[in-house]
């Protein structure tokens, strides 16, 4: 009995970790009808000259200090990974999002992760604990309504203009070809 009960806790605590159960093999669909919700409204941006900002926008602080602003990413496409320092499915995206990184990051693209946990020092856990060298920013948990998640890993492609262009609910290593492809074609795009 003792031993049905540790099972059911543990398998209870690895679900809350994630805020997702265990991720479906089939490979995920982009979402139109979201992405064009997500890209209403949009605004000039002050701070950086020419840059219009989407509902997809965002300025949170740096694991490493500072700040995160997407505007600085004006007109390059970026991958945004939403995650928490304990979900074993974030933890298995991360490595490969760092391989995105290592990468495309030299042919144009930005790859942020966003930790949706207040502070820092879980970010940089997560950071020293799996090799990551992708800007990390904290505080996401609002933000990560704005894009209405439903648990971590999120992982978004934004195309040049930062609009939603594909999303992937949690991580599933079959999805590794579907990022690449979609990197690849929204890094092709004029």
Known sequence: MKR??????AALFVLAACGKKEQPAAEPQPQAAEASQAQAAPVKNA?????????TYFK??????????LASYAGKPAIV???TET?????????????????????????IGILVQDTAQPALNFAADLGIKFPIAY?????SRKYRTQGVPYIYLLNKQHEIYDVWEGYDPQYD????KAVETVLAKK
């Open 81 to 83: 990974m939403f995650f």
């Open 60 to 69: 949170l602080p740096a694991s490493a200090g500072g700040e995160i602003d």
């Open 4 to 9: 049905a009960i540790l099972s059911i806790a």
């Open 139 to 143: 505080k996401g948990k609002e933000l």
């Open 47 to 55: 701070e950086n000259a020419g840059y219009v900002q989407k509902d």
């Open 87 to 111: 979900c074993p499915y974030c933890r298995k995206a991360a490595p490969f999002i760092q391989k995105i990184y290592s990468t495309y990051s030299p042919k144009g693209l930005g790859v």
């Open 177 to 180: 070809e579907s990022i690449k």
